[in-house]
């Protein structure tokens, strides 16, 4: 079965740093790039950006630029999400989920999330 | 534009059809995804492509579009389907690979 296993919640104060974590199983974790996706509070999904665990080429998005780090460790599947500086307003639910593309693009599967609280 | 527009909320009978919709301009050029989202669940793709539904997605679920606009039909909507649905296209303006939609509240009354 593909699985995206996510690291546990979080709870930090302010200008602390975190790192969150994505593991696939199930499949080639190469050969599929990961997203990480925003959800704070009552809202709405948000894309963040993506990451080749291949070569660790990144893509964010400008809303999330400059404020996050990706990364990847393809030796154990893993991908990662970064904040060296915490502030109240990233308190969210964090999702990985794998890059799907064909003509069109979808992501597929997510993992459970990882809630963060600032 | 890079935006994709839902209605917040749609309700629907038990056993009824239900269409859920998404606007925009990206929708021209590409096809949108659809995702289910339960309360305390991570989202769940049940529509991609043109109207591909994966493994295990009921056969109720299907997607449409028509000039700007995608829709999510369910064919005889089940209690289990209250939910709240995200449209997702790839984005044409170029700012992004990839944009969401705001997301419909479906209610299964």
């Known amino acids: 079965e593909v699985q995206l296993l996510q690291s546990g919640a979080e709870v930090k104060k302010p200008g602390e740093s975190l790192r969150i974590s994505c593991k696939g199983s199930g499949y080639s974790f190469t050969s599929f790039w990961i997203s990480w996706v925003r959800q704070m509070p009552g809202k709405g999904l948000e894309w963040m950006g993506r990451i080749d665990p291949i070569d660790s080429y990144i893509h964010y998005s400008p809303s999330f630029q400059g404020h996050v780090t990706f990364s990847a460790d393809k030796t154990i599947s893993t991908a990662y999400l970064q904040w060296t500086s915490l502030k109240a307003s990233d308190t969210a639910i964090y999702f990985c989920?794998?890059?799907?593309?064909?003509?069109?693009?979808?992501?597929?599967?997510w993992g459970q999330g990882t809630l963060v609280t600032v | 534009s890079s935006e994709l527009t839902q209605d917040p909320a749609v309700s629907v009978a038990l056993g009824q059809t239900v269409r859920i919709t998404c606007q925009g301009d990206?929708?021209?050029?590409?096809?949108a995804s659809w995702y289910q989202q339960k309360p305390g669940q991570a989202p769940l793709i049940v529509i991609y492509?043109?109207?591909n539904r994966p493994s295990g997605i009921p056969d109720r679920f299907s997607g449409s579009t028509s000039g700007n606009t995608a829709s999510l039909t369910i064919t005889g909507a089940q209690a289990e389907d209250e939910a709240d649905y995200y449209c997702h296209s790839r984005d044409s303006s170029g700012n992004h690979p990839v944009v969401f939609g705001g997301g419909t509240k479906l209610t299964v009354l």
């Open positions: 492509g043109k109207n």
């Open positions: 990206s929708l021209r050029s590409f096809f």
């Open positions: 989920a794998r890059w799907r593309q064909l003509e069109d693009i979808w992501f597929d599967p």
